[in-house]
């Protein structure tokens, strides 16, 4: 399955000049909550992922989502691998488990985002999961934004990966984008164009 080709399809890969939540500006932005628009669509890259992490013979109980970006994918992950499907909300400082979802001591959860960036909200969702006895075998998300180590992935971990390097994260593909402080923008700097914010208010 060509990745890139399936988000540029959906129109989940965007080019322009993007002003990112980091204040960085990029040429491209990932738009993953277009990707999940068709059901089926998705559903293909659910298996393709759910494939990855059965050839791992990692044992799965349940997949966990950070909500909101996170339920999507990884609702579809669970029916994918056939288990249970809960989500995580946020809280002041974290997240954590509400609406009668339980977990039950030892049981084994992946936490699943759409995307990983560099995995603070994955994060959260293990530490909650973690302090009510779960135990977080793995990460997956569809797409990885090239901050984290993924299972057969060509990139090292940046500084700035959240999540545990003792604990494999499965993705389906990297994209790594360049990015530029707005002083050194190349994009800033020919005029043309202002940097505008995508992410999930438009
Ligand atoms: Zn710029």
């Known amino acids: ?3 890139e080709q399936v988000y540029k399809d959906a129109n989940a890969l965007l080019d322009g000049h993007f002003l ?50 996170g339920v999507l994918a990884g609702y579809e992950l669970a029916r994918s691998l056939d288990v249970r499907s809960i989500f995580v909300e946020k809280k002041e400082g974290g997240m954590e488990l509400r609406r009668g979802f339980e977990v039950s001591k030892g049981e084994k959860i992946i936490i699943c985002e759409d995307i990983i960036t560099t ?18 075998v793995a990460f997956a998300s569809l797409a990885n934004r090239g901050f984290c180590k993924r299972v057969d992935g060509n990139d090292a971990a940046k500084p700035e990966c959240a999540l545990p390097t003792d604990v494999p994260l499965f993705a389906l593909d990297d994209f790594t984008f360049e990015m530029y402080a707005p002083e050194e923008c190349p994009m800033c700097k020919e005029g043309q164009s202002e940097a505008v914010k995508p992410g999930s208010r438009s």
């Open 119 to 136: 995995g603070g909200s994955a994060l959260k969702a293990a530490k909650a999961i973690e302090a009510l006895g779960g135990e977080v």
């Open 1 to 3: 399955m060509n990745v």
């Open 20 to 69: 990112l939540a980091s204040g960085n500006h990029s040429r491209r932005y990932l738009q993953s909550a277009k990707v999940l628009e068709y059901p089926k669509k998705a559903a293909l890259l659910t298996d393709a992922l759910a494939k990855m992490i059965r050839d791992s013979d990692i044992e799965i109980d349940t997949v966990c989502a950070p909500a909101l970006g």
